[in-house]
């Protein structure tokens, strides 16, 4: 069983940055695909990105890409986002998802395992 959390969050300026983390726990978060989601009040679970087990492959959502970078570090179990020019309507609790498989998905049904969420809230 794997169990994730997600540390970094706060709150900051349009136009900053942040970087989010997600530390793991268990044994099989090595080489399993992994992504990050949010999800804003009102709101329905929005993809945001995501990597392959091998750390051979990425895909980010539309929305955030040119801004936002995932990366992970299997060797101690954590992924990471690293969010730049931050915007007003990025504001949302960010949760770290992890799923059974080596290739990357971009709907939240096909992960297994997920963070408690860390809120996010960009101000103007």
């Known amino acids: 069983q794997v169990q994730l959390v997600e540390a970094g969050g706060g709150l900051v300026q349009a136009g900053g940055s942040l970087r989010l983390s997600c530390a793991a726990s268990?044994?099989?978060?090595?080489?399993?695909?992994k992504g990050w989601f949010r999800q804003a009040p009102g709101k329905e679970r929005e993809f945001v990105a995501a990597?392959?087990?091998?750390?051979?492959?990425?895909v980010t959502a539309d929305s955030v890409k040119g801004r936002f970078t995932i990366s992970g570090d299997n060797a101690k179990n954590m992924m990471y986002l690293q969010m730049n020019s931050l915007q007003l309507n990025d504001t949302a609790v960010y949760y770290c998802?992890?799923?059974?498989?080596?290739?990357?998905?971009?709907?939240?049904?096909?992960?297994?395992?997920w963070g408690q969420g860390t809120q996010v809230t960009v101000s103007s």
């Open positions: 268990g044994r099989t978060f090595g080489g399993n695909a």
């Open positions: 990597v392959d087990g091998d750390g051979r492959k990425t």
């Open positions: 998802a992890a799923r059974a498989w080596v290739n990357v998905a971009t709907e939240s049904r096909h992960y297994e395992y």
